[in-house]
């Protein structure tokens, strides 16, 4: 009977034993449990308040989209952004519009921006040619000491050249005028008031230009199809407005400079060194040329040797198409 006691006893305590183990074990998850639930509430409440934050700021968002009519009068000054500001936030449209550092654009090539006035028409300045050729031109705006003298030398050469002549000059000295076109040379026009014609406009240009062709027609009876702008002054509308009254602007390709009276040796040796097949050479037979009979038959001699034939322009252009690349 002692010996089941004893044995009841110790069973007992087994189970006493397991039961309070599995107690505590219960206790111990129920505690961790009971830890849990502040830590998610914390995150709740947090993301509560995220949620508020971000329905406030819509909320400011949409009051900022409600401008009034005062914000949207935007002063000058506001308009007018610095360049340090425009440094800071450049955008690049090839990208799409996205916002490149500026050390991406420093490594881009830079280049300038310059106005350029395309021309629409170039005038001419040479007769592109394979022909041994050219032709003398002389100007002519005042004065008569030296015509004549440049005329006798030409007739003495049988040469036959190009004469662009002013109208008041062409009305001065009506009996010179038909002295060069009994000689047979081209007369061309030489415009009217002698003026840079770049500075004036279309009407003006047309003035000019209409008003010496008149006192040439009536003095020389006949002229070429050759205008030079007084100073060889041009630009588009010069030679538009010369084109749209039957006239070629015609310049040069080689510059005798003895308008500068540089001395004679100076002269023919700048024309043979720059002469080729098809130039254009400008002379003047105007009083400001005072060196002009003593350089011309040189260089007529220094022409010919060289094997060019001298033409008067009208002739020249024959042998080639009209260049407009200023080749000076």
Excluded at 118 to 144: C, H, N
Excluded at 220 to 232: I, M, Q, T, W
Aim: proline share 6%.
């Amino acid at each position: 009977m002692l010996i089941i006691t004893r044995r009841w006893l110790l069973l007992a305590l087994a189970i006493v034993v397991c039961v309070a183990a599995g107690l505590g074990f219960i206790m111990g998850r129920r505690t961790e449990y009971a830890a849990g639930p502040p830590v998610a509430e914390e995150e709740v409440t947090d993301q509560t308040g995220r949620d508020q934050v971000a329905k406030d700021t819509i909320a400011v968002s949409s009051e900022d989209k409600a401008v009034s009519p005062e914000d949207k009068a935007v002063s000058p000054e506001d308009k007018a952004v610095s360049p340090e500001d425009k440094a800071v936030s450049t955008v690049d449209e090839t990208a799409g519009g996205q916002i490149v550092p500026d050390e991406i654009l420093d490594d881009e090539p830079v280049s300038e921006m310059i106005a350029i006035v395309p021309r629409s028409k170039m005038p001419i300045f040479y007769v592109e040619t394979k022909e041994p050729a050219v032709a003398l031109t002389f100007d002519i705006s005042w004065g008569q000491q030296q015509v004549l003298g440049v005329l006798g030398i030409l007739r003495e050469n049988n040469v036959k050249s190009t004469f662009f002549l002013s109208g008041p000059w062409a009305k001065r000295y009506p009996h010179l005028v038909q002295e060069i076109a009994a000689a047979g040379h081209d007369i061309g026009s030489h415009g009217d008031a002698h003026v840079d014609l770049s500075n004036y406009s279309k009407d003006e240009v047309a003035k000019n230009i209409k008003t010496a062709h008149e006192d040439l027609l009536a003095t020389a009876g006949r002229v070429s199809p050759y205008f030079r702008p007084p100073n060889g002054d041009y630009d588009d509308v010069v030679v538009d407005t010369a084109a749209s009254l039957g006239y070629e602007t015609v310049i040069w390709a080689v510059d005798s400079l003895d308008w500068k009276n540089p001395g004679v040796d100076f002269m023919i040796e700048r024309v043979l060194g720059r002469t080729f097949p098809g130039a254009i050479i400008l002379m003047h037979a105007s009083d400001s040329s005072q060196q002009i009979q003593e350089a011309l038959p040189l260089i007529i001699d220094g022409l010919r040797q060289k094997g060019f034939r001298l033409l008067p322009l009208s002739e020249l252009a024959k042998l080639g198409v009209l260049a407009r690349r200023d080749p000076r």
